[in-house]
């Protein structure tokens, strides 16, 4: 199994950052892949960002040039900037993990953390 915890999350103005952390425990050794989705209240999970074992990263059109995925996902914190935020950004925001390469579907990670809440005021 692995564990999967987020933290970093918070309220702040429009035109802000803020800087996500995942932290991974567990059968770490098993992940290849490690992503940030997003769920708004009555909305979709929303793929955000994913980045593999080799550092291939790849982004949704709706953060590409906002938001940046980084990290080590074998043994350190896999890291989420998120800069010129958004009111649409406030959200719920996942960290998830899979023995996969990237993919933008939620379904094909395995393992996801508890949500961090983001919130950001106009």
């Known amino acids: 199994q ?13 035109g802000g950052s803020l ?3 995942c932290a991974a425990s567990g059968r770490t050794f098993s992940i290849y892949t490690m992503g940030w989705f997003r769920q708004a209240p009555g909305k979709e999970r929303e ?12 982004y949704a ?3 590409k040039g906002r938001f940046t995925i ?10 989420l900037q998120m800069n010129s935020l958004k009111p649409e950004d406030t959200a719920v925001y996942y960290c998830a993990a899979t023995s996969s390469t ?8 395995s393992y ?3 949500g961090t809440q983001v ?4």
Do not use: H, I, M
């Open 102 to 109: 990237p993919s933008s579907y939620a379904s094909d990670y």
């Open 2 to 14: 692995v564990q999967l915890v987020e933290s970093g999350g918070g309220l702040v103005q429009a």
């Open 112 to 114: 996801w953390g508890q």
């Open 19 to 21: 800087r996500l952390s």
């Open 47 to 58: 793929f955000l960002a994913a980045v593999s074992r080799t550092k291939t990263s790849t």
């Open 70 to 79: 980084s990290g080590d996902n074998a043994k350190n914190p896999v890291y």
């Open 61 to 63: 059109d709706s953060v």
């Open 119 to 122: 919130t950001v005021s106009s």
